[in-house]
């Protein structure tokens, strides 16, 4: 008896005995299945190679992020030099920023690119996360949500302008979630909105770039302009569609081979690998997708004060809005943004933020309430 349970104690003090081995690894089998299709495109592919680098990154990252335990990120001057921080690269972008394909919204470092929109998402919501605690019983009051969405909004319109439609919305997404779950009042939130039709009328007419209304406009009318707005929405339904149930097979899709489809490794590699893997290979990504949101929602539930539960429902908001996004778009469920798909796509700024948030909600699992089952473990342990 003392053998068995020794070994339940000494692997929770152990340095990495708070990782949660089940989200690491749906997460990391994500990462995998990005690498699979990345390489089916062709023997020789220099995003297949780079990748297993970024990948390999963040995994030093998940695992450097999980060993502080993050009372610190709680201290008010860090998180707004955090906010600042995200707030001033952002600006720098207008300066100092690569454009590709009609956007400003990376730096070129050379060897890579960085785009601060990546973890300037978790930076909101650390903020948020800061905000909603120390004001949670005053939270149904309107001047905490104007407060709050003026933080957002900042960032928002930083990300926008860039443009950057898809980063915009998710950042929007975080801020409406977490103050949902902080305790929002329903009147406030009809309030928002309204208030988010009306700024939506203004951004169509004096925000969004002719490009940007052209793709919501072939989302509208899909069968309009196949040839120009419309043609990377068709090549991604028909990607998804010609999947059918078991997939063409690892190597034999055709538009993404064949390059009929635009941005496979980034944009639509939700869509190239659907068309490889077909409605069973979609089924799988799911359910290892839902692993990592249900295995954070459930690390938020167990948070020992609000900062944490409300941290881990940010990060759970943050990845679920990407997917959602990056998918509806690719299914022509969504007009087109050009978002990655968390963990899978190609790229290092996103893939790193990605890890890094979890390393971090790992350092907090340190001080998680138990659950039933390790309470009772311990005190077993105790008696015997």
């Given amino acids: ?50 990748q297993v680098v970024w990948i390999g990154a963040a995994i030093c ?29 952002l600006g720098l972008i207008f300066a100092f920023g690569t454009i590709v394909k009609g956007a400003q919204e990376r730096f070129d470092l050379g060897a890579f690119f960085v785009q601060p929109s990546d973890p300037a998402k978790i930076v909101l919501v ?7 605690t120390r004001r949670h019983v005053e939270i149904a009051h309107i001047r905490h949500i104007l407060v709050s969405g003026a933080y957002a909004f900042a960032l928002f319109a930083l990300v926008f302008l860039q443009p950057d439609l898809g980063s915009a919305i998710i950042i929007t997404a975080i801020w409406l979630g977490m103050v949902l779950l902080a305790g929002i009042s329903w009147k406030h939130l009809a309030a928002l909105l309204v208030g988010a039709m009306i700024l939506s009328g203004v951004a169509w007419h004096w925000g969004l770039q002719d490009y ?24 991604s339904t028909v990607a998804v569609g010609s999947g059918e149930l078991t997939g063409k097979g690892v190597g034999y899709g055709t538009q ?6 635009p941005e496979y490794q980034t944009d639509f590699i939700f869509a190239a690998y659907a068309e490889e893997w077909g409605f069973i290979g979609v089924l799988l990504l799911f359910g290892l997708f839902a692993v990592v949101v249900l295995r954070i929602l459930g690390h938020a539930l167990r948070g020992r004060d609000n900062f944490d539960s ?25 007009p ?49």
């Fill in 126 to 132: 650390v903020l948020l996360s800061k905000y909603f």
């Fill in 61 to 89: 990252v998940f695992f450097a992020a999980s060993l502080p335990e993050y009372q610190f990120l709680r201290r008010t001057p860090l998180v707004i030099a955090l906010y600042g921080a995200a707030v001033f690269l």
């Fill in 310 to 334: 409300l941290f881990a429902s940010g990060v759970a908001m943050y990845l679920l809005a990407q997917f959602v996004v990056h998918v509806g778009m690719n299914m022509g469920l969504l």
């Fill in 256 to 261: 993404s081979k064949l390059q009929f489809l």
């Fill in 1 to 50: 008896m003392r053998g068995a349970f020794g070994r339940v104690a000494e692997s929770r003090t152990s340095i990495f005995g708070h990782v949660d081995w089940f989200l690491f690894s749906a997460a990391l089998a994500i990462s995998f299945l990005g690498l699979v299709t990345m390489r089916s495109f062709s023997a020789e592919n220099a995003f297949f190679e780079r």
């Fill in 212 to 235: 940007q209304k052209a793709r919501i406009l072939t989302f509208l009318h899909p069968l309009a302009d196949i040839q120009g707005a419309g043609y990377n929405a068709y090549q």
């Fill in 336 to 384: 087109i943004t050009g978002t990655t798909l968390p963990f899978m796509s190609y790229g290092g700024s996103h893939l790193l933020t990605e890890y890094l948030a979890l390393g971090v909600l790992m350092g907090m699992r340190r001080r998680a309430r138990p659950t039933i089952q390790a309470r009772d473990e311990t005190e077993i342990i105790g008696a015997v």
